[in-house]
Every structure is written in C-alpha cells, then in structure tokens.
C-alpha cells in the first residue's frame, strides 16, 4: 500500500465515516491541533528522565490519539458506535495524574514564566498548543456537537502539562522562572 493517495491533492480530506470537508474546516483545525499537541508532547517526553512525568504522561499520547479520532468522527457519523469517545473516566485519570503531580510542588506564589530546564520549556509549549487545541474544539462545538468530555480533557491537560512544566524545574534542582511586571 502506498503512503500517498492523491484524494487529498483538491484541498479535502475525509472524515472517519467517509465525508469529505475542506482541508481547511474548523473540525481538521481542531484535531490537527491534537496531533500537533501529541506530537510536542512526544518531544518533551524524549527529553524526559523523570519516572513520576513519564508515568503520568506517557499515556496521554494515546488519549490524544482516542481524542483526535473523536473529533475526526462527527456524532451522526455512520462510524460513530466504533469510536473510543472522550468519557468522565479520562478526566478522571487526568485529575489524579495533576494531584499526584502537584503535590510534589512546591506552593505557586508568582506567575511562572515558561523556562527553566529544557524540559520544562518544552512542557509550557505542550501547554500553549493544548490551549489552542481547546480553543478549536470549543470552536467547533458551536458548529458541531461534539463529546462535551473533549473539552473538560484538554482542559485538565493544560493543568497537568503546568503542573508537569513545575515539577521538572524542582526535579532538575531549578526554581520556577518568576514573571516580573513592568509596571514596577
């Protein structure tokens, strides 16, 4: 089978379930921004040496891999019933990964800048890219109806990607990077 297929050479790609849409419609913006994520989160993760991160955020890749398939799947799609959705479990697992994470943190008393260790610059990009894939999933919430649970995700994700950013700063001997105003 060959890697290319020329169906997408008119600017279309189709959906799970067979429609077709514009390679430019807000629903490929949404889990193109997933795979984006997942893909950052596989470059930090390489970078990663840290049992407590890698335990917690290993297996996040293949959720946001669950939760692009979900976007890529509209509701009514004949596909549908085939598809792994985004449930209150995720959030869940989510949930105790950020309270197992953050506990070993130390208490946040100023706005943190992204730096410090590599690792950690790397997670706050994980982080900036997670809050664009939530602004497009809620984006095309307001055309679609989506998986309310898509949203709640990669909320609490952004949440354990800061939380995470923290932790390999403490975990590398480094202090959090201190936002200071300019205002004086």
């Not at 019933?81 to 949930?95: C, F, G, P, T, W």
Request: glycine fraction near 8%; charge should be negative.
């Amino acid at each position: 089978m060959k890697l290319y297929t020329s169906t997408g050479d008119d600017g279309t790609t189709g959906l799970f379930g067979g429609d077709r849409v514009s390679k430019d419609d807000v629903r490929i913006d949404a889990y193109g921004a997933v795979d984006e994520l997942n893909a950052s989160l596989g470059l930090a993760l390489v970078a990663c040496d840290h049992e407590v991160l890698q335990r917690n955020l290993a297996p996040v890749q293949s959720r946001l891999f669950d939760l692009g398939a979900d976007l890529a799947t509209p509701i009514d799609s004949r596909k549908s019933d085939v598809v792994a959705r985004m449930n209150a479990e995720h959030v869940k697992v989510l949930e105790q990964a950020i309270d197992e994470v953050d506990a070993l943190n130390d208490d946040i008393t100023t706005f943190v800048m992204p730096g410090g260790s590599e690792l950690a610059a790397r997670l706050h990009l994980c982080r900036c890219i997670c809050r664009r894939a939530e602004r497009e999933t809620v984006r095309l919430g307001h055309r679609d109806q989506i998986t309310p649970e898509a949203i709640i995700f990669l909320n609490r994700l952004s949440d354990l990607l800061f939380a995470s950013s923290r932790l390999a700063n403490k975990l590398n001997g480094l202090p959090d990077v201190p936002w200071i105003s300019g205002s004086g």
